[in-house]
């Protein structure tokens, strides 16, 4: 379906996308899955044959513990959801399905190799890390197994080891971290454009933490912004997780910026800064990344955070005819909502999988299921997934693509009276950008 800024009502786009069913588009989770009866053949991979009406393992690598345990339990409940919605409609291949968990903690090398070689080790079908390593460091591992193999951990570097080894089986299920700035000078330019926001000053006060992926982001966002005549009054790098932001917020105030950009994905750190920052705001428009995607941001920020931008390239949608009943889903079997991305994600990808493993007809030929996924366009609760090239990545919209049809929306949230509202990109925002009481 081709895209037109102009002409696209909200209402028509999502409404064919939760009608389409052919031309290899295939409509995630809310639209059901492939399913069918157990082959007669044999699969020589694992040796375990495909006509066995054994459980169907497969691999949930997690961060059940550690700074990001509250994202790990969301993630491992968008795999427990997709995996119970699957069993229930009759499993893969007429096979229920088991998931394993590994704990990834921090994702240091170590941990990562670890857990990637217990999976191999057990023969698992299919493996779930959302986030892996900066090194790539246990991507040969399951390379050399050809295991289908699913990561959001939105770092270039991850693809780059991908296409340059020539891997045909690890996809990452989200556009890059190089996506992140860039977007958000797009919605900066087009806030200034509609006369929506005027900047104090063409000045930007930016924050990260020293972790290469939000260090990646807030390089990108300062040397985009440059070009257009902004300067940056700070850069200022910490070590995750810091609560005490007095020294911080001393500089910014002492030199008030156009906009605090603060690139992170811990909800605590991001949280207890948007309370310190609140006590004695400058008149800044304030962004803070991924993190208060996370439910625990808006538990430990409260009415602090109302007014903050956000973004992720990778995010659940709202009032979308697919998401929707995944969201009402996920709430009544946890007694909570989703939050904004991982959970989201993670029932899509294990949901893709399964169409792909059922439309093999044997969840073990590997080869097969890493080339239907390769070669599919699959529309789930956070968007559409397509991996066009050898980096089997996504590609967000509109920041990519023009083609909502064809790319991952980048989505834009801001928090107002307590609630997420997706004020970008159109079709799919639900709400418009508001002044933050204090500007």
């Given at each position: 379906m081709a895209a037109n800024s102009s002409g696209v009502t909200r209402k028509a786009f999502l409404r064919g996308l939760g009608a389409a069913g052919a031309g290899g588009l295939i409509v995630g989770a809310a639209g059901g899955y492939a399913g069918g009866a157990a082959s007669s053949s044999s699969s020589g991979s694992s040796g375990k044959s495909s006509g066995s009406k054994a459980p169907i393992v497969i691999g949930s690598g997690v961060p059940v513990t550690g700074l990001y345990a509250g994202d790990g339990q969301m993630m491992q409940r968008g795999q427990r959801l997709a995996i119970d919605e699957i069993n229930a409609a009759g499993g893969v291949l007429g096979r229920q399905l088991q998931m394993s968990v590994l704990d990834t903690q921090t994702q240091q090398p170590d941990v990562m190799k670890s857990v990637f070689q217990k999976f191999v080790s057990d023969g698992v079908?299919?493996?779930?890390?959302?986030?892996?390593?900066?090194?790539?460091?246990?991507?040969?591992?399951?390379?050399?197994?050809?295991?289908?193999?699913?990561h959001v951990n939105t770092?270039?570097?991850?693809?780059?080891?991908?296409?340059?080894?020539?891997?045909?089986?690890?996809?990452?299920?989200?556009?890059?971290?190089?996506?992140?700035?860039?977007?958000?000078?797009?919605?900066?330019?087009?806030?200034?454009?509609?006369?929506?926001?005027?900047?104090?000053?063409?000045?930007m006060a930016i924050v990260t933490s020293n972790d290469p992926y939000s260090l990646n982001i807030a390089k990108t966002f300062n040397t985009e912004m440059t070009k257009?005549?902004?300067?940056?009054?700070?850069?200022?790098?910490?070590?995750?997780?810091?609560?005490?932001?007095?020294?911080?917020?001393?500089?910014?105030?002492?030199?008030?910026?156009g906009i605090v950009f603060f690139s992170d994905y811990a909800a605590s750190d991001e949280a207890a800064f948007i309370k310190q920052f609140r006590q004695s705001p400058t008149k800044s428009l304030v962004y803070q990344q991924y993190a208060p995607s996370i439910p625990q941001y808006l538990q430990l920020a409260g009415s602090a955070a109302d007014g903050?931008?956000?973004?992720?390239?990778?995010?659940?949608?709202?009032?979308?005819?697919?998401?929707?009943?995944?969201?009402?889903?996920?709430?009544?079997?946890f007694g909570t909502g989703p939050g904004f991305s991982n959970a989201g994600d993670q029932y899509d990808l294990v949901h893709m999988w399964a169409n792909a493993a059922a439309e093999a007809g044997d969840p073990y030929d590997f080869k097969s299921i890493n080339e239907i996924i390769k070669n599919t366009v699959y529309r789930g609760v956070c968007g559409t997934y397509r991996f066009p090239d050898d980096y089997l990545t996504c590609y967000p919209y509109p920041d990519y693509t023009k083609d909502p049809s064809l790319g991952m929306p980048h989505l834009t949230f801001q928090i107002?009276?307590?609630?997420?509202?997706?004020?970008?990109?159109?079709?799919?925002?639900?709400?418009s950008f508001q002044l933050p009481s204090w500007l």
């Open positions: 079908a299919a493996i779930f890390a959302p986030f892996c390593t900066y090194s790539s460091v246990e991507f040969p591992v399951v390379a050399q197994a050809g295991i289908p193999t699913f770092w270039h570097g991850n693809v780059d080891f991908v296409k340059q080894h020539g891997i045909t089986n690890i996809f990452q299920g989200d556009p890059s971290e190089t996506w992140y700035g860039p977007g958000f000078v797009v919605l900066v330019e087009e806030l200034i454009k509609t006369k929506k926001w005027k900047p104090s000053s063409k000045t257009l005549g902004w300067k940056a009054t700070m850069f200022q790098q910490f070590t995750a997780p810091q609560a005490d932001w007095s020294a911080v917020l001393v500089n910014i105030r002492n030199n008030p910026p903050v931008l956000w973004s992720t390239v990778v995010g659940i949608l709202q009032n979308d005819p697919i998401a929707d009943p995944f969201q009402a889903a996920f709430t009544k079997q107002q009276n307590g609630k997420q509202v997706l004020v970008s990109p159109d079709p799919y925002s639900t709400g």
